[in-house]
């Protein structure tokens, strides 16, 4: 019965070993991401334009809008809003459903509900939120209140 016990008991620190053996052997094989460049891509600037059609004959337009990789629509969008001081009302859905535009610079809510803030990047209606649309290098973005899709 002691025996028994005795052989469990080596038995398990063996395998407790060999367990330890092996994080080492592939801890060393692990070779960390090289963090300054992955910083350096992160943080490269790119410029965006960006056009709003407000739908009552006045229209904004917003050039050279400095992003970095991985910035949305709605990212240029608050930027521009931001820096040319326009009311930007917006609710945040999260998830899939994102960012939601009410107004820009006043205009929005349309009591009928036929009329909506909507977007296009180089001129092709996004099938997709605001807040989701990764921007490239050079694109046009347009903002448009109308009603349905044009």
Same mark, same amino acid.
């Given at each position: 019965?002691?025996?028994?016990?005795?052989?469990? $008991? &080596?038995?398990?620190?063996?395998?407790?070993?060999?367990?330890?053996?092996?994080?080492?052997?592939? !801890?060393?094989?692990?070779?960390?991401?090289?963090?300054?460049?992955?910083?350096?891509?992160?943080?490269?600037?790119?410029?965006?334009?960006?056009?709003?059609? $407000?739908?009552?004959?006045?229209?904004?337009?917003?050039?050279?809008?400095?992003?970095?990789?991985?910035?949305?629509?709605?990212?240029?969008?608050?930027?521009?809003?931001?820096?040319?001081?326009?009311?930007?009302?917006?609710?945040? $859905?999260?998830?899939?459903?994102?960012?939601? &535009?009410?107004?820009? !610079?006043?205009?929005?809510?349309?009591?009928?509900?036929?009329?909506?803030?909507?977007?296009?990047?180089?001129?092709? $209606?996004?099938? &997709?939120?605001?807040?989701?649309?990764?921007?490239?290098?050079?694109?046009?973005?347009?903002?448009?209140?109308?009603? !349905?899709?044009?």
């Amino acid at each position: 019965m002691q025996n028994n016990r005795f052989l469990t $008991y &080596i038995g398990r620190l063996v395998i407790i070993a060999a367990v330890f053996l092996l994080g080492i052997s592939v !801890g060393r094989g692990y070779k960390a991401p090289d963090t300054k460049a992955i910083s350096q891509n992160q943080t490269q600037a790119t410029t965006a334009n960006l056009m709003v059609d $407000y739908g009552n004959g006045k229209v904004g337009t917003y050039n050279d809008l400095v992003i970095t990789n991985g910035a949305t629509v709605f990212d240029v969008l608050k930027q521009a809003a931001d820096k040319n001081k326009i009311d930007l009302k917006y609710k945040d $859905y999260g998830g899939e459903l994102g960012v939601f &535009i009410d107004s820009i !610079g006043g205009v929005g809510k349309d009591p009928s509900g036929k009329s909506w803030w909507q977007y296009w990047v180089n001129d092709k $209606y996004s099938q &997709i939120g605001a807040s989701t649309y990764k921007i490239q290098k050079g694109d046009v973005v347009e903002f448009k209140f109308i009603q !349905g899709q044009q």
